[in-house]
């Protein structure tokens, strides 16, 4: 593969992975949204099959890595570094398109949403949810973005990254890649799909499941660009830790496979 295979492979296809995976948590929790309310099980699902079909897209160019956790287990897993920033830069701008896109495609229910007193709060008004918002620093739409805590605790939060994401990154190191190993294959990427619907179903309670740097902190810095009226914060204090911990998850089972599996 080239670098050049790699870039356009891994923007397209994280670019995929996000348009579908906001565009399903946006369809669940935005007003004037025909799937409201749809519930966690339609998200996890959602992202399943936003995974599933980014994989199968991007494979043939980039070998479908799609998150700077699995490149960095690979790395690890192979010894070698040489790519990994295109697969890191081209991940992250893909993020950064996917998010603006579903943006696009839920503008008219992002407006609805944020200009609802009984969300966003006003005068007069002592909304719950707003309240919540502004303590945290979190606006009422970040979650469409980008991933936030239930209960704030440092230690939690990252122990939940790192756990979800190292069980992503070995399964994706034993079942999962192609025969040059190099990428995710055609059964490897419905394996992995299953396995993050897994993950969200049994792990993402806590935290959301970002087990993504770059699906975590691409959307967040698009939501902390876009026009959205009344968006409020984008949860910075919070950023590092879906970026942090998928990283610390992904060298942990990187290290497991080379002992154990190798």
Avoid: C
Wanted: glycine share 14%; aromatic share 8%; proline share 5%.
């Amino acid at each position: 593969m080239s670098s050049s295979d790699i870039f356009i492979g891994e923007t397209i296809g994280t670019a995929i992975l996000i348009l579908l995976g906001a565009g399903v948590v946006a369809a669940v929790v935005l007003k004037a949204s025909k799937a409201r309310n749809a519930g966690w099980l339609a998200i996890t699902f959602g992202w399943g099959f936003a995974v599933l079909t980014a994989v199968y897209i991007s494979a043939p160019l980039s070998g479908a890595h799609l998150n700077p956790a699995v490149t960095l287990g690979i790395a690890i897993k192979d010894g070698e570094w040489s790519n990994v920033p295109t697969y890191f830069a081209g991940q992250l701008l893909g993020a950064m398109i996917g998010a603006t896109l579903a943006w696009v495609a839920y503008y008219g229910q992002f407006r609805a949403h944020l200009t609802d007193r009984e969300i966003v709060g006003g005068p007069g008004t002592q909304s719950t949810k707003a309240v919540e918002a502004r303590e945290a620093q979190a606006g009422p739409v970040l979650g469409v973005f980008s991933t936030g805590p239930e209960v704030r605790n440092v230690a939690m939060n990252l122990a939940t990254e790192i756990i979800g994401t190292f069980v992503l990154v070995l399964a994706v190191l034993t079942q999962g890649l192609n025969d040059s190993g190099k990428g995710l294959g055609p059964l490897g990427g419905l394996m992995v799909a299953l396995v993050v619907v897994g993950i969200g179903l049994s792990l993402g309670g806590p935290t959301g499941y970002a087990i993504n740097p770059a699906r975590d902190l691409g959307p967040r810095i698009v939501h902390a660009l876009l026009p959205l009226p009344n968006k409020g914060g984008s949860d910075w204090g919070y950023a590092w830790i879906p970026v942090v911990g998928p990283l610390i998850g992904a060298a942990l089972a990187a290290g497991l496979y080379n002992l154990a599996f190798a």
